[in-house]
């Protein structure tokens, strides 16, 4: 959404306020700078140095800089199962919210354009879930889930699941539960860009003699794309480096753990705070790369 | 003529003819350089952690002024009525005049350490004037200096205090620290699913209970049990790195085959509860208060045969708190035998407090004999204390154990 805002921004400022205007923005934009400088720049920097840091010999629970970056070659080696599956649940878990929200944003978006108040009653019901603390939510689906539960019971009766079999630990659990917790913010930006499709332009292409699924591909898909990309890095960045719904307290195990699972037993339990910091900066220099190499694909750079 | 286009919004033109104009001048770069130095500065201090050297110096006491108390705690350790008020801590604010916030802040040992450390270090008020927290714990805290040293003047009580639990090679004489409960580190098992019980560890590698079992996260507590079935004495100090990877490599086992289905916190109570685990290690007291929540006794406890883990939480004073004397009077209080008797029959947990058993024979006789508050000698026979641990293998061990269970 916040991709998208500039787009419509009005282009009607005098010319002859543009100097003073500047001055003026600029002086807007300190407290902004100042914020990024003291809440971004600062533990960034803080976090790049405690991940070169090595044990102290004598004080236990203690770090000195040494500039060990051989903490990065021991993650990397210890706990690349860990980080490639972070990637591929999140890749999995925007496909199947982008899946899940772009027919439920086109309908709202586009066939109910004609009943404002339906399409508003259906946008809150999007947006809804969200009044509830996601935690809450989560463990919800977890005693939904549970062997002893409705889903877990009526599977195994229709010999869909083996009697051994579990839901809630395993790997679908926490794609589920990604999914799940980031439709909304799958859903709003396709919304927000389908809502503004010009539907001249499907009718044009209706009688141009293309069939729906040209329309679709030709017509709609490209016109959707700024909803598409920013929707999609809403839902892969947060989803790659979560560690909640992959968390044994929700709907992970042993064999689902994620990135942020790791970065949390290493910073809280185990301590080994360079670990921890060396994952974190892998995990950001990851998305950077991905969100970067796929926004140049995507063809949107105009957006960003 | 610029190379790129320039967008057409007039007010972002005139933000990047600005932004053009400002191309690094002597002064713009000094600006940089300062604001960049300001933040490494900043970074220095946020990584420094502390340091070893010098150890933080007590808060000043201001109880005499500040009639408030906060009390860090884990949960199901204290007793609690129907409508969530803690009787016993009621009683105790009438009659002190303190108010007392009681804090179910502590899930884990690990995690609380980690959360308070950085403060405890700069002798700043965590936010708690006394917390409750395992011996192991309790060792590392005294030893770092972050915990204040108690005025046995204030606790008359403490004369109460069950002779094995006075001098711990951690706390000789108890001078930073008083326990709170003791308890046992079990088996729990579904009382409906499995009607015959479990009486030792290895029954909970039965195949029939696969992806059904749960351990605790509590490091000592799971690989103590699991060493105890291998026939280590843990109290001893004659084992080390050899028996524990022994056991590591059963705990690794079982964790990658699946039969062992969680690894966690108190939080396990939730599994036992939606039965996703029908057998677990759990703490010995839990079990009675689930039952009690329930209305009905679906969970049995009882130690392996081949020994449980014993352990014990204590009160401390963190080095920040300038409430000390106030928490003085809140462990006084709960040293009165009638009062410990009232929080062990809800508690389920062995009371450290001599006297509480002819207490309890007024409150509720059935519980004298009850052997998870009252523990006779064949019960504390098979019940072990975990050895303490160097910080070199504390480290190691920690490690190796987080590692399982996050299945690298």
Known sequence: MALTAFAGSPAATGSSGVRRGGRIALLLLIPGIAYLLLFFLAPLISLVMTSLQSPSETVFG?????????????????????????????????????????????????????????????LILVVAPLFISFLLRTLAWKQILSDEGFVVTTLKALSLLGPQDHITGTGIAVVFGLTYNFIPFMCLPLYTTLERLDLRVVEASRDLYATPFTTFRTVILPLSMPGIVSGTLL???????????????????????????????????????????????????????????????SGTEDLL | MSPRELPTDAGIRALIAQAGAWRVGRRTVLQGAGVSA???????????????????????????????????????????????????????QEESGLTVTYDVAVDDNNTYYAKVKDQLALGQDIGADVVCLTDWMISRLIGQGYVQKLDHANIPNLSNLTPSLQNPDFDEGREYSVPWQSGFAGLAWNKEKLPNGLTSVEELWDPALKGRVGVLSEMRDTMGLLMLAQGIDISSSDWGDEEFAAAIEVFQQQVSSGQIR???????????KNEDTLAAIVWSGDITTINGELGEEKFGFALPDTGGTLWSDNFMVPIGSPRKTNAEKLIDFYYRPEIAAEVAAYVNYITPVEGAKEAMADIAPELVENQLIFPNEETLAKAHIFRTLTNAEQTRYQADFESVGLGA
């Open chain 2, 38 to 92: 300001a933040a490494l500065a900043l970074a220095a201090c946020s990584t420094g952690g502390g340091g070893g050297a010098a150890k933080p110096s007590a808060a000043a006491d201001k109880s005499d002024s500040d009639k408030t108390l906060t009390w860090a705690n884990w949960s199901f350790y204290i007793d609690e009525d129907d409508e969530g008020n803690y009787p016993t801590l009621q009683a105790f």
């Open chain 1, 235 to 297: 839902t892969f960045i947060p989803a790659a480096g979560d560690y909640v719904n992959a968390s044994s307290q929700f709907l992970g195990g042993t064999s689902s753990t994620m990135i942020g699972n790791v970065i949390q037993s290493n910073f809280l339990v185990q301590l080994n705070y360079p670990a921890a910091a060396a994952l974190s900066i892998l995990l950001m220099a990851t998305i950077l790369v991905l969100v970067g190499f796929y926004v140049r694909r």
């Open chain 2, 262 to 272: 969680n690894i966690k916190g108190n939080s396990y109570a939730d599994d036992l």
């Open chain 1, 62 to 122: 203690q770090y000195d800089f040494t500039f060990n970056w051989a903490n990065y070659l021991q993650v990397v080696g210890q706990y690349s199962e860990q980080i490639l599956r972070s990637f591929l649940y999140a890749v999995l878990a925007t496909v199947f919210a982008l899946l899940f929200s772009y027919p439920l944003a086109y309908f709202i978006g586009v066939t109910m354009r004609r009943w404002p108040l339906v399409q508003s009653l259906l």
